[in-house]
T-cell receptor, first 113, second 109 residues
Framework: DSGVTQTPKHLITATGQRVTLRCSPR?????VYWYQQSLDQGLQFLIQ???????AKGNILERFSAQQFPDLHSELNLSSLELGDSALYFC????????????FGPGTRLLVL | GQNIDQPTEMTATEGAIVQINCTYQ??????LFWYQQHAGEAPTFLSY????GLEEKGRFSSFLSRSKGYSYLLLKELQMKDSASYLC??????????FGKGNQVVVIP
């Protein structure tokens, strides 16, 4: 158990819908990262927040957005969902910068039908 | 842009040694991680290299050559539980972490 929690574990929804994925970092960690993992693309970095502020941005679509709240939990919002958005979404946390070990949550498996 | 290349799959026998290679081309470099990922599970940290040379940690060792854009992960005394995907990840000059597609290691008795 890494100490990072993610909800829900599984999510099934339809194209065009919007969903929110939630992540709680390890106690004491200020950085939260979001990743998308699909079979053909591997693990893709989406975005990083540090202490409530956006720190780094990867291959995140405009239909996706994220935020980190004062209590340091984070949410990833996915809207206008397409079939290709079906993937495993991981959240990770670290104490500070991306040069530190990231601890991954168990992931949310999203299936868009 | 970032380009991280790993071989896709290898099979090795229990008790053997296996070397997993990773080559990278990134805009700047701030370190390289190796993660292990079992199917359907979250990646777990194995090692971190930022300076050239070999880092040893039990049965696992990781090597880095920054001038060659090259790293390897060495797994010794292979066990069945080592069957997993091994991901190389590089931090670029903008502190973004980019993962390779991973190398699937299958350990057979």
């Amino acid at each position: 158990d890494s100490g990072v929690t993610q909800t829900p574990k599984h999510l099934i929804t339809a194209t065009g819908q919007r969903v929110t994925l939630r992540c709680s970092p390890r106690s004491g960690d200020l950085s939260v990262y979001w990743y998308q993992q699909s079979l053909d693309q591997g693990l893709q970095f989406l975005i990083q927040y540090y202490n409530g502020e956006e720190r780094a941005k990867g291959n995140i679509l405009e239909r996706f957005s994220a935020q980190q709240f004062p209590d340091l939990h984070s949410e990833l919002n996915l809207s206008s969902l397409e079939l290709g958005d079906s993937a495993l979404y991981f959240c990770a946390s670290s104490v500070g910068t991306s040069q530190e070990t990231q601890y991954f949550g168990p992931g949310t498996r999203l299936l868009v039908l | 842009g970032q380009n991280i290349d790993q071989p896709t799959e290898m099979t090795a026998t229990e008790g053997a040694i296996v070397q997993i290679n990773c080559t990278y081309q990134t805009s700047g470099f701030n370190g390289l991680f190796w993660y292990q990922q079992h199917a359907g599970e979250a990646p777990t940290f194995l090692s971190y290299n930022v300076l050239d040379g070999l880092e040893e940690k039990g049965r696992f060792s990781s090597f880095l050559s920054r001038s060659k854009g090259y790293s390897y992960l060495l797994l010794k005394e292979l066990q069945m539980k080592d069957s997993a995907s091994y991901l190389c990840a590089v931090i670029d000059g903008n502190n973004r972490l980019a993962f390779g597609k991973g190398n699937q290691v299958v350990v057979i008795p």
